[in-house]
Every structure is written in structure tokens, then in C-alpha cells.
């Protein structure tokens, strides 16, 4: 079973999480900030795609009124 993916709101909390982590934990071992560091660029893809189809339906609602 897939998980679903996160919503927006989700990324974005996430995506400050991990960026808190990172600047406040000194201990982190290079090995933990790649996997932080790939984690953030995935939901950095997923708010990207997600702020795309809202601008395109944003658009599509703009088009109906004029």
C-alpha cells in the first residue's frame, strides 16, 4: 500500500521542520543531512507541483469569468 502524498500544508510544516533541525542540531552526521537535504527537495517538488495546478485552475476560474 503507497502513502499518500502530503498536502501542501503538510510539505511546508515538514519541509520547516527539517530546516529547524538543521540549523539547530550541531550534531548531525553528514549521512543524516543528505537523507534531511533529499527529503526537503522531494517536498519542495511536491509544493512546486501543487502551486502549479493551483495556478492553472486559478487561470481556468479567470478565464470563466471574463
Known sequence: MSKQKPTYTEA???LEQILSELEND???NMD???EKVKKAALLL???K???HEIDK???KI???ID
Open 12 to 14: 511546508l510544516t515538514e
Open 26 to 28: 550541531k550534531d548531525l
Open 32 to 34: 543524516v543531512v543528505a
Open 45 to 47: 517538488e511536491i509544493c
Open 49 to 51: 507541483k501543487q502551486l
Open 57 to 59: 485552475d486559478i487561470e
Open 62 to 64: 479567470m478565464d470563466q
